[in-house]
């Protein structure tokens, strides 16, 4: 089914220099709608440009983004988040003073520290914001914990509001960069029924080093190496993929941290 859902977002040849360094030397992607995409690839491969290609937070050197059938290639990353992209951050965008609520309440009206200067959400009532919020508190499984402030959550909890913030902004498309790094045990069964779930309502691109997370629920998978795309397919395709497993030397495949 989701193998023939539209292409939501596609980049074309895109590329990044930095001075003379290539961090993409040409870059092709589709994302289907209402799909888990992993991007996955060892360390330096050019994974997390790419996400800043794709939600503009850096511009490209070359090719073309394409995202909801409109051209985004030049446009600002808050034009491409009033589109319907959400970028989940790091802790760097919870008011770690104010309670759960209070964060989501923010972000569903458009005000994370990251993005205050950018007012680019339509108001939205009172009434129609705490469904929002109530939505998402009880997607990310922190109802119990409505009340408390955000400085106080497990480092489980943070990341979970986290993915809230940018659910809270009603996105299409999810950017998730690393959302488990960290993580004891217990939060990453947490995150990863989290991140399936949104599949229903959304796609989302995930940036993911857990092997086991990114076979159990992706759809696709791309594989990154130097900049470029290695390979591309199901978990399983890839799973069995010799150039894949000589890019990892078998680590990351086999469970291992890249
Ligand atoms: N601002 C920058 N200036 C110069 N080189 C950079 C910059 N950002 C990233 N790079 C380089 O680009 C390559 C890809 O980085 P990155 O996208 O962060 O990889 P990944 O997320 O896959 O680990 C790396 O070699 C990195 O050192
Ligand atoms: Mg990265």
């Not at 998402?136 to 922190?142: E, I, Y």
């Not at 488990?180 to 309502?201: F, P």
Request: hydrophobic share 40%; aromatic share 4%; net charge positive.
């Amino acid at each position: 089914m989701t193998a023939h859902a539209p292409i939501l977002l596609e980049a074309i040849d895109v590329e990044k220099c930095y001075g003379k360094f290539a961090a993409l030397g040409g870059v092709n992607l589709r994302v289907r709608a209402n799909t888990v995409h992993s991007v996955i690839g060892p360390n330096g491969a050019g994974k997390t440009t790419l996400f800043h290609m794709l939600t503009g937070t850096k511009a490209v050197s070359g090719g073309r983004i394409v995202f909801d059938g409109q051209e985004v290639t030049h446009e600002p990353d808050y034009r491409r988040v009033r589109r319907g992209m959400a970028r989940s951050f790091q802790v760097t965008s919870l008011f770690l003073s104010l309670p759960v609520r209070e964060n989501l309440r923010l972000a569903a009206q458009g005000v994370t520290p990251r993005q205050a200067l950018n007012p680019w959400h339509e108001p939205v009532g009172p009434r129609a914001l705490s469904q929002v919020v109530d939505s998402v508190l009880a997607k990310v499984g922190l109802e119990r914990m409505a009340g408390t402030p955000a400085g106080n959550l497990s480092h489980g909890q943070q990341r979970r509001l986290e993915v809230g913030m940018a659910l809270a902004a009603r996105p299409k498309a999810i950017f998730l960069d690393e959302p488990t790094s960290g993580m004891g045990i217990d939060d990453l069964e947490d995150m990863k029924q989290l991140i399936k779930g949104l599949r229903d309502q959304h796609t989302v691109v995930l940036i993911e080093h857990n092997m086991n997370i990114v076979m159990d629920i992706s759809d696709t998978v791309t594989v990154m190496q130097l900049g470029r795309v290695l390979a591309e397919g199901k978990p399983n395709e890839i799973r069995g993929d010799d150039r894949v497993r000589a890019a990892y030397l078998g680590n990351m495949i086999t469970g291992g941290k890249g």
